[in-house]
């Protein structure tokens, strides 16, 4: 019918029924991407003139309830050190990777509890491994969907995102919202909004021994931890608002309207 037509890319799906077939990206206006690694796996020689990375933005969204009522609603002591992942079950998110990263933790007896927020098809897959690995609940915890994760940030002390494929994840922009330490993968575009050793640790995918010491590190250094979550919150509030990404959107509407 005529319409301006603008798809954006997130990343996912790749090589999927969800993924735009060549003739589809060619005959639309614009495309947005949410992160230049995005925008480096389509073909510029093609679409380069139509493509725009936008990134995601987050709003700050304030717990609902103190750190401490969430841990005493959990059963979790204010003296043990609480990492969270916040991802759906599947192959892809690195579930299985940070199970045996913390298997091979397990002999150290960290004072650490680690908080599996979502759900998926590979959930009773990861249960079984965690037991299989001699890991109790006092070491990590599968909450399944939670619609508090504000709430479930705030009661934590850093954040983890071992993928083995991302496009921008707002997991960790919003976990940075809430001064967490990010531990992550360098896939996507998560180093573009992880600089290592600044905002968080960025390890390879896969790579288990090196996600095992980067959770070490980080259980370790309680003042490292605020260090890396202050700069993240700071970085969010300067780059990655959610009122940032809606003013970019309009200038691109607006631009296409007027051609």
Known sequence: CGATVVMTNHGQGQGSA??????????????????????????RAQLGSKI??????????????????????LGIPEDRVVGVMVARVDHLKGHENLVNALGS????????????????????EREQQATSLGLGSEQIRFLGFRSDIPDLLGASDFFLLPS??????LSVLEAMSQGRPVIATRVGGIPE?????????????????????????????PEKRVALGTAGRQRTEASFTFEKMLAEYDDLYRSLKTV
């Open 18 to 43: 969800r993924t735009p077939s060549a003739d589809e990206w060619a005959q639309t206006d614009s495309i947005v991407t949410v992160s230049d690694a995005v925008a480096d796996r389509m073909d």
């Open 52 to 73: 725009r990375t936008i990134y995601n933005g987050v709003q700050f969204a304030k717990p609902q309830r103190t750190r401490e009522q969430v841990r005493q609603e």
């Open 105 to 124: 933790l397990r002999h150290k007896n960290l004072p650490l509890t680690v908080l599996i927020v979502g759900d998926g098809a590979r959930r009773s």
């Open 164 to 169: 083995l494929t991302e496009g921008l994840p």
């Open 193 to 221: 909004l992880v600089t290592h050793d600044q905002h968080g640790l960025l390890i390879e995918s896969q790579d288990e021994p090196a996600l095992a010491a980067a959770i070490e590190s980080l259980v370790a250094q």
